[in-house]
């Protein structure tokens, strides 16, 4: 990264790609790492400035995939290379194009968006210091489960071992009701763990945010999946994490550092 201290007035524009918001008074060029390989560099204005390219103006579309799931990726490279550059950084959504207006040019209408947000970007930028959103998920083997809990309680044992025991006939009106048992079983196990694995993941992150379950193909079921904020050097998190996997049947999926694209909105 380069500081250039014309480089906003020097590269003509119709309009200018926003990746990211963050703290600085300089300008900066940051390399060709933008969409297209596009020179990314920064706008200051008063004491903040915008992670841009130039560009027209109108959105970057596609028929291709490939096309834009590139574009996504380099608006995710730049964010988190300004991310390491500045500490923190409020990202923008895929494809906010500022352009020029009745009032002056792009870079003049960027400059006027960043005077009007000062305050709420400056506490957002203070909050986010230090920090990057890391990913939780929590999976469970749902037969593992059950036959530890089967286990563990002696109704449920029981059946079990009566059903073994039994003719076909008993043993199958057997199994049946050792199959509801196991189900109220079962759910009242999930809710005890999600309850207890948000309690113990939420104490070691600024903040949590509960996310959609999805489906694996491993066999496996998601039970929680979280979005966590927190400081980039904790460790609270991975003990927390790895004390939930020693649990029989559970798997954890922990990924990150990434920009906190949950924690923040496109202004």
């Keep these: 990264m380069t500081a250039s201290p014309t480089v906003a007035d020097t590269i003509g524009t119709d309009a200018v790609y926003v990746y990211c918001v963050a703290?600085?008074?300089?300008?900066?060029?940051?390399?060709?790492?933008?969409?297209?390989?596009?020179?990314?560099?920064t706008v200051p204005h008063e004491g903040l400035c915008c992670v841009v390219h130039s560009c027209k103006a109108k959105p970057y579309q596609s028929d291709d995939p490939q096309a834009v799931e590139g574009w996504v990726v380099a608006h995710q490279r730049v964010v988190k290379t300004a991310m390491e550059a500045f500490d923190a950084a409020l990202p923008m959504a895929f494809n906010m194009i500022v352009h020029d207006g009745p009032n002056g040019s792009a870079i003049h209408s960027l400059k006027g968006w960043l005077a009007e947000k000062r305050d709420d970007f400056s506490a957002r930028l203070e909050e986010l210091a230090g920090k990057a959103e890391y990913g939780v998920q929590v999976f469970w083997d749902r037969q593992a489960v059950i036959e530890a809990l089967t286990e563990r309680q002696p109704e449920l044992r029981d059946l079990r071992d009566e059903a073994r025991a039994k003719p076909k006939g008993q043993a199958y009106m057997l199994r049946q009701r050792l199959a509801k048992a196991a189900r109220a079983a079962i759910e009242s196990q999930a809710n005890q763990y999600v309850e207890a694995f948000y309690s113990q993941i939420g104490q070691c992150v600024a903040k949590a945010r509960v996310e959609r379950l999805k489906r694996v193909n491993s066999g496996k079921q998601m039970l929680l999946n979280l979005s966590c904020l927190m400081k980039k050097d904790n460790?609270?998190?991975?003990?927390?994490?790895?004390?939930?996997?020693?649990?029989?049947?559970?798997?954890?999926?922990?990924?990150?550092?990434?920009?906190?694209?949950?924690?923040?909105?496109?202004?």
Excluded: Q
């Design 23 to 41: 703290h600085s008074r300089a300008h900066w060029l940051l390399g060709p790492i933008g969409l297209d390989r596009n020179m990314v560099y």
């Design 235 to 267: 460790t609270a998190l991975g003990r927390a994490l790895e004390k939930i996997r020693e649990i029989d049947g559970i798997s954890v999926r922990f990924t990150g550092p990434w920009p906190p694209y949950s924690f923040v909105s496109a202004a």
